[in-house]
């Protein structure tokens, strides 16, 4: 939506009241990966465990990646299949989609947009900043189900995107 310059959007109401994930946070998060880029393997597991993504040993689910000698599979959120990012030193040789089950390739692509695996930021300083927002608002309770000891401990239960603006000093909408 940020980069849409004419035609209309449709949208619920509630999608437009509900608080979401500052621009900056999505912008800072979001990678783009062509072939035929100059990067390099760590520096991409890096940006991906920043992001959120989960370090698997073999990828079946959106939000995982895995990786093995000098190829990365990854599942972004929103996609209908993973891609294997194939690297030849430390430029991207081939971007292929996948199936997970058989791991035989689906088609070749040139270029993928990785969106955050998640809404809200899953570092330690992130986990800090809703534990004392949580006890500013609420009791903190102590039981292993609540909301409050699942992100404590970094796990993130249903429907924590609805708890975001206690990730962040500041929201927005849509």
Same mark, same amino acid.
């Given at each position: ?31 783009? =990966?062509? *072939? ?22 073999? =990828? ?44 035989? *390739? ?27 927002? /949580? ?15 699942? =992100?404590?401990?970094?796990? /993130? ?5 609805? /708890? ?11």
């Amino acid at each position: 939506l940020p980069s849409q310059t004419g035609g209309i959007t449709i949208a619920p109401i509630s999608t437009i009241l509900q608080r979401q994930s500052p621009r900056a946070f999505l912008l800072q998060h979001t990678l783009m =990966v062509k *072939t035929g880029d100059n990067a390099s393997l760590d520096k991409l597991r890096g940006q991906l465990e920043n992001s959120g993504y989960r370090h698997v040993d073999q =990828v079946f689910g959106p939000g995982e990646y895995a990786n093995r000698g000098s190829i990365i599979d990854l599942y972004p959120m929103g996609s209908h299949a993973p891609y294997r990012i194939d690297f030849f030193d430390d430029e991207i040789d081939t971007i292929r989609t996948f199936d997970p089950e058989n791991q035989r *390739t689906i088609e070749e692509i040139n270029a993928i947009e990785l969106l955050p695996a998640h809404e809200f930021p899953t570092t330690t300083e992130a986990i800090d900043s809703f534990r004392s927002r /949580w006890r500013q608002r609420f009791d903190a309770r102590r039981e292993p189900e609540s909301i409050y000891m699942q =992100v404590t401990k970094g796990t /993130w239960p249903p429907g924590i995107e609805y /708890w975001q603006p206690l990730f962040f000093d500041q929201t927005e909408t849509i």
